[in-house]
C-alpha cells in the first residue's frame, strides 16, 4: 500500500519547493538549475514553450528576462507517496493581471537529493 503524505517525506518536499518558489521569483537560476534534475528526460511545458531536457531548460532561464517574476499564490496542494516521489501544484496571479496561472511538478528524489523531473505553467484565459 502507498504511503500518502508521510509526515518527514511532506517536510522534505514542502522545504525544497519553497526553495524553489523563492528562487523562482528571486532568478536565482543556479538554484533552478539545481532543483531540476539533470536528464535529457527531464521536460518543461511551459507558457509558450515546450522544453525537453534540461540543457533547454537551462538555456530558457538563462535567456528569460528577470522581469515581472513576482506572483501571489493563491492555491497549493502537495502531495508525496512513499518516500521518493511527490508532486506539488499552485495557481497564482501576477500583479496587474487578472489571469490564473497554473504551476505543476513531478518531483523524485535522487541521489543527490530531490529534482522536479516534469513541469508544466499554463495560463487560464
Known amino acids: 500500500m502507498t ?5 518527514a517525506v511532506l517536510a522534505e518536499v ?29 521536460l518543461r511545458y511551459g507558457a509558450g ?5 534540461y ?3 537551462r538555456d530558457f532561464r538563462k535567456a528569460r528576462p528577470a ?11 502537495i502531495t508525496t507517496f512513499d518516500q521518493d516521489f ?8 501576477r500583479a496587474g493581471s487578472e ?9 523524485v528524489r535522487m541521489p543527490e537529493g530531490w529534482r522536479v523531473v516534469a513541469a508544466h505553467v499554463s495560463l487560464m484565459g
Not at 504511503?3 to 509526515?7: M, Q, R, S, V
Not at 514542502?14 to 527531464?42: G, I, K, R
Open 3 to 7: 504511503a500518502i503524505n508521510l509526515p
Open 14 to 42: 514542502e522545504a525544497v519547493f519553497a526553495q524553489y518558489q523563492q528562487a523562482l521569483v528571486s532568478n536565482d537560476v543556479p538554484v533552478l538549475d539545481l532543483l531540476f534534475w539533470n536528464s535529457p528526460h527531464t
Open 49 to 53: 514553450e515546450n522544453l525537453y531536457g
Open 55 to 57: 540543457d533547454a531548460i
Open 67 to 77: 522581469v515581472n517574476l513576482e506572483r501571489e499564490i493563491t492555491a497549493t496542494s
Open 86 to 93: 511527490a508532486v506539488t501544484n499552485v495557481e497564482f496571479k
Open 99 to 107: 489571469r490564473i496561472g497554473r504551476q505543476s511538478q513531478t518531483w
